[in-house]
């Protein structure tokens, strides 16, 4: 059939010289075909080459710098190459030497990012797969006006984009082998100055402590060092005097200035001056102390739940509510819900665990220095707990229940000193550890030098003479 067409259709059509080109092609016909063949291979040869042998100079410079960095890379990788780890150096490489071209684009008003993406020409499957990280799809979704993202964009690819998601902090995207990763980046800082802050509170603390230039965020600081020892929302009286020493920090990135550490408080109270020295000992734990070194963070929690309300409180003359005569109650009832998780109050070792009489499933703690713990009517255990194993503050050693004599859902929390009953609301709870003694000279020498940098007498005495509450001596 097609022979009968062509044959039909080429002598009306085709001009002369295609004619005689056609009878040379039939002459040569094998030697054509034998030329596109050739061609062929050299195609299928050229391309084999480009998939096997990719970017050859690159694997020289590869090998090059997996020799720089010591052991690890060299000598695992042979050099004659396994792809995926030589393919993230070599995204990383232009990174290093000459820094790529960041473009920072600011946001418009009723822009996204896909509209962003648009104006970038970058594909919107790249921002398909970036939205996919959880991150990203939050910091997306709280786009603002006037917010500058900055794109790392080569060939029309996204590298790198860079999201501000607070004041301090940015989320990264970058681009690896199988896709993108996003990390929240904190804004490097700087410690630039000390600064000092003095305020006489007349009604409160974080009032007029603003009103005298204190940053809200150190007021608060403060309130929180001296938590363990004052309520600043109640017990604090007018005439009340606070000092405070603290770090001021350069945000390298945008330039602004915030507070940083508090280095030491002095809170003045109806005369008596108490203070709080930031110290760092040897095993890098930061903390703070009084002048003598004791520290100010209680070593005991008040309750053994985060949520639940006081159902029965420590009573030693209490009618029972299950057995209907009087019999003490030697400790706090915490109500909470089956199940609510119930936490060591502090550090010790488990000195009993298991089932006894009315407390039912019970666990009893012993913290030293004569004080022991117990927490009653659990429902279960925590797992692999039993008697001798060290338990921290916080942990959760078992479960809300109403095992033994209970009437409802309760922790029965006892606290006891050489075995006799404490009311656990009212007990002076013990400090943490102070100042190791080995430390002791380094923290004298800190006492002295910021005592002096925050000047508390001289502020402090005019404002309280001129009250007219004065404190005793
Ligand atoms: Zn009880």
Do not use: C
Request: proline fraction near 7%; hydrophobic fraction near 40%.
């Amino acid at each position: 059939m097609q022979s009968e067409k062509e044959s039909s259709r080429k002598p009306k059509k085709l001009p002369e010289h295609v004619l005689h080109l056609n009878g040379l092609m039939r002459r040569h016909q094998r030697r054509v075909i034998a030329v596109i063949i050739t061609l062929l291979w050299l195609t299928i040869l050229f391309i084999a080459s480009l998939i096997f042998f990719p970017n050859r100079d690159y694997n020289e410079q590869i090998t090059f710098q997996a020799g720089a960095p010591p052991s690890s890379l060299s000598g695992e990788l042979p050099s004659p190459l396994p792809e995926i780890p030589l393919e993230t150096e070599i995204s990383a490489m232009p990174i290093v030497p000459a820094g790529p071209p960041v473009e920072k684009i600011k946001v418009k008003s009723g822009e996204n990012l896909s509209s962003i993406f648009l104006r970038l020409h970058l594909s919107p499957q790249e921002l398909a797969k970036i939205l996919k990280l959880p991150l990203v799809k939050n910091a997306a979704r709280r786009l603002r006006v006037g917010q500058e993202l900055e794109f790392v964009i080569t060939n029309n690819q996204l590298q790198e984009l860079t999201i501000p998601i607070s004041s301090t902090e940015d989320l990264e995207i970058k681009k690896i082998d199988l896709g993108f990763v996003a990390n929240s980046v904190p804004h490097e800082m700087t410690i630039t100055s000390t600064k000092f802050g003095s305020v006489t509170v007349h009604t409160s603390l974080y009032i007029d402590g603003e009103h005298a230039g204190i940053p809200m965020k150190v007021l608060v600081g403060v309130a929180t060092i001296f938590n363990s020892a004052f309520d600043f929302t109640r017990e604090i009286h007018p005439g009340d005097h606070v000092g405070v020493v603290y770090q001021e920090l350069k945000d390298t990135k945008i330039g602004t200035f915030q507070p940083g550490a508090i280095l030491s408080a002095a809170f003045t109270h109806l005369g008596k001056t108490y203070y709080a020295f930031r110290f760092v000992d040897s095993n890098g734990n930061v903390a703070y102390y009084n002048e003598k070194g004791e520290s100010l963070r209680r070593a005991f929690n008040r309750r053994p739940i985060t949520i639940g309300r006081i159902s029965s409180p420590f009573n030693l003359h209490r009618l029972h509510p299950i057995l209907g005569y009087v019999r003490p109650h030697t400790g706090t009832d915490f109500a909470a819900p089956y199940g609510t998780p119930i936490h060591a109050t502090a550090d010790g070792r488990i000195a009993f665990i298991g089932r006894k009489g009315g407390y039912g499933r019970v666990i009893v703690i012993n913290h030293g220095h004569g004080i022991t713990t117990l927490y009653g009517h659990m429902s279960r255990f925590a797992r692999s707990e039993y008697v001798g194993i060290a338990v921290k503050i916080n942990q959760v050693i078992g479960y809300i229940g109403m095992s033994g004599l209970a009437s409802g859902p309760h922790v029965h929390y006892e606290y006891r000193i050489n075995d006799q009953y404490q009311d656990p609301m009212k007990v002076i709870l013990p400090n943490a550890a102070p100042v190791p003694s080995v430390q002791k000279a380094a923290f004298a020498e800190l006492v002295k030098k910021e005592i002096s940098e925050m000047d508390i007498p001289k502020t402090v005495v005019p404002t309280v003479s001129a009250n007219s509450s004065p404190a005793p001596a």
